[in-house]
T-cell receptor
Framework: DAGVTQSPTHLIKTRGQQVTLRCSPK?????VSWYQQALGQGPQFIFQ???????QRGNFPDRFSGHQFPNYSSELNVNALLLGDSALYLC?????????????FGPGTRLTVT | QKEVEQNSGPLSVPEGAIASLNCTYS??????FFWYRQYSGKSPELIMS????GDKEDGRFTAQLNKASQYVSLLIRDSQPSDSATYLC????????FGTGTSLTVIP
């Protein structure tokens, strides 16, 4: 049973650049959520995608955008990178969307902005 | 008040003891509650979910939810050194909210 996968594992970018992170959900799941986790903090919810639409969004600026594809995989795009965007970016998948469904996390992408 | 609050710890218990982890939440979250375990350098792993008042048991883990007092707790019985990790409480409202986590160390 394939779990949630993310790519790349690590990424180093320069301030002002743009980055795209990718996620494939667990087999049988159709909903993908993205989180940002700074060191020593809990994950912060960015947004959730279901049926190729953004269904819920956290308190993140428009520099953070996403997309979901027909095969349920997803991308997170961050424009105009800031030093403060350095964090672990986590993708989580669930079967169904909304607040009651259990989410399973991928291994994450460690983004460093210099 | 933050939506989900946890004591950051660290919490230390001897091997074989019961570890008790607590989480309080605000009025902005009220629907579903989850406990995750996160080892250093790894991503969170789901331990269990709880949706209604009372206790829910799964192996050595018991989650307790008290909506009147707005707290949810996780008990780990017969704690093992492999349980040493950060435990994250999560809750849902109009979005998903995580606490900052409680660091647990089980001493052999």
């Amino acid at each position: 049973d394939a779990g949630v996968t993310q790519s790349p594992t690590h990424l180093i970018k320069t301030r002002g650049q743009q980055v795209t992170l990718r996620c494939s959900p667990k087999s049988g799941h159709d909903t993908v959520s993205w989180y940002q986790q700074a060191l020593g903090q809990g994950p912060q919810f960015i947004f959730q995608y279901y049926e190729e639409e953004e269904r819920q969004r956290g308190n993140f600026p428009d520099r953070f955008s996403g997309h979901q594809f027909p095969n349920y995989s997803s991308e997170l795009n961050v424009n105009a990178l800031l030093l403060g965007d350095s964090a672990l970016y986590l993708c989580a998948s669930s079967h169904g969307w909304g607040p009651s469904y259990e989410q399973y996390f991928g291994p994450g992408t460690r983004l460093t902005v210099t | 008040q933050k939506e989900v609050e946890q004591n950051s710890g660290p919490l230390s218990v001897p091997e074989g003891a019961i570890a008790s982890l607590n989480c309080t939440y605000s009025d902005r979250v009220s629907q579903s509650f989850f406990w995750y375990r996160q080892y250093s350098g790894k991503s969170p792993e789901l331990i269990m979910s709880i949706y209604s008042n009372g206790d829910k048991e799964d192996g050595r883990f018991t989650a307790q939810l008290n909506k009147a007092s707005q707290y949810v707790s996780l008990l780990i019985r017969d704690s093992q050194p492999s349980d040493s990790a950060t435990y994250l409480c999560a809750a849902t409202g109009n979005q998903f909210y995580f606490g900052t986590g409680t660091s647990l160390t089980v001493i052999p």
